[in-house]
């Protein structure tokens, strides 16, 4: 294909086609346009004639241009005399855009100021980021204690669970570097930032998995930093939070995993807490990780198996053909699913396995891990602790009852 014109037109027919088969995709979990709560739909109903209006511009600008360059290509003729303009073709072309501006910034600033909206908020969640994962935690405050069970506060990681048709209030930090908490099918985005709070409503109307991910570079693994958040019917919510407040059930004596609690004692607890966990004295064990990690924190782990992903929701804690059954269930059937949780046939062992093998090696945290003295010691994420085999076998084994 040497004719540089075909060339051209198969380029363009190409590109075309391209942009056809991605505005196609039904299957995208992360499509602006497929809005799945009231906030999504108003952000929606803002970009769709913004897009065409654009687009109409677009299309009439390039085509100038292009009638422009072809008419008057140069072909020897002599340079044409040099005037100052035509006053009627300047105003014109200045008040056009500026009516369209006016016509684009009405709607636009109505959308931002609803979007802001937080006096009639009815779950309030604290987000907060972290190289290279999110906490939430449910304070156990005002309607959050009185009208949606939590008499004490519920910590956990990577998975957001709220209520279907409930205007949920995030209060969205950070505890390093800026991070920003984006669920596209739900809302726009919110940037995490070190000492101040920023707020941000999600609000869905289906049960369902709406995943995101961080959208603010924040270093080394800003990539494995995901999340995903999950919308329930009302009673599956109530279920959920009940579970999350069940008090701890230590393992049967004589199991491999009251094997690996010893282990997770011994190796674990300093980082990660799980609520309710005693030593061999009976006292209740709370963890430290300020003193371990850069970033102060670590997930809890004490309902673990009811999230399906973890470390930055990077991994699924299910095997591919039990996470289809979540992804792929109705939403009426939706909420049971995932609150059956991880079990031991549906657990995807091997990047569990790998994670607590090496989980430096899974997910790099550190740009030159000679440095480490250079953080006093602390480490950027979880450390490889040298774990053998067996140990990762009673640890998964100990994992699997965190339900
Ligand atoms: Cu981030």
Redesign the pocket.
């Known amino acids: 294909m040497k004719n540089p014109r075909r060339r051209f037109l198969s380029l363009a027919g190409a590109a075309a086609g391209l942009v056809a088969v991605a505005g196609c995709a039904k299957d995208a979990p992360q499509d602006t346009w497929q809005p799945a709560g009231p906030n999504a739909e108003m952000i929606d109903n803002l970009q769709r004639p913004v897009f065409l209006v654009a687009g109409i511009v677009g299309v009439i600008v390039f085509a100038a241009v292009a009638w422009v360059v072809f008419r008057y290509r140069d072909r020897g003729q002599a340079i044409p005399e040099q005037t100052h303009g035509k006053p009627a073709v300047e105003i014109t072309l200045t008040v056009i855009p500026v009516l369209i501006l006016i016509g684009v910034a009405i709607p636009t600033a109505s959308t931002i100021f609803d979007l802001a909206k937080t006096d009639d908020t009815q779950m309030v969640i604290n987000v907060t980021?972290q190289?290279?994962w999110w906490e939430y935690d449910y304070p156990a405050i005002g309607d959050n204690a009185a009208k949606y069970g939590l008499s004490q506060p519920i910590v956990t990681s990577g998975q957001l669970v709220i209520p279907e048709n409930t205007k949920v209030l995030l209060r969205v930090t950070s505890r390093d570097?800026i991070?920003?908490y984006w669920i596209p099918k739900l809302n726009g985005k919110k940037d995490g930032v070190p000492g101040r709070v920023h707020l941000l409503r999600l609000e869905g109307s289906k049960p369902g998995i709406y995943a995101g991910q961080?959208t603010?570079f924040?270093?080394l693994s800003?990539s494995y930093?995901r999340m995903e958040t999950i919308v329930l019917k009302r009673a599956d919510f109530d279920a959920w939070v009940a579970n999350q407040l069940a008090p701890y059930e230590a393992p049967a004596e004589g199991t491999l995993a009251k094997e690996g609690e010893a282990l997770y004692i011994q190796q674990c607890s300093r980082c990660h807490q799980v609520n309710g966990l005693a030593d061999a004295e009976g006292n209740l064990i709370v963890s430290a990780p300020e003193q371990y990690v850069v970033s102060g924190a670590a997930p809890n782990l004490t309902n673990l198996m009811t999230r399906n992903t973890f470390a930055g929701a990077s991994w699924d804690l299910l095997t591919q053909e039990c996470r289809d059954v979540v992804w792929k269930a109705s939403a009426d059937e939706f909420g049971a699913k995932y609150l059956a949780g991880v079990s031991a046939d549906c657990l995807n062992q091997k990047d569990l396995r790998e994670w607590l093998r090496n989980a430096p090696e899974k997910k790099p945290m550190y740009v030159d891990p000679t440095k480490l003295q250079e953080t006093g010691g602390k480490y950027r994420g979880m450390p490889a602790l040298g774990l053998t085999e067996d140990q990762i076998d009673a640890l998964v084994a100990y994992l699997l009852e965190r339900k």
């Open positions: 980021g190289q290279w570097v991070h920003s961080c603010e924040c270093g800003h930093m």
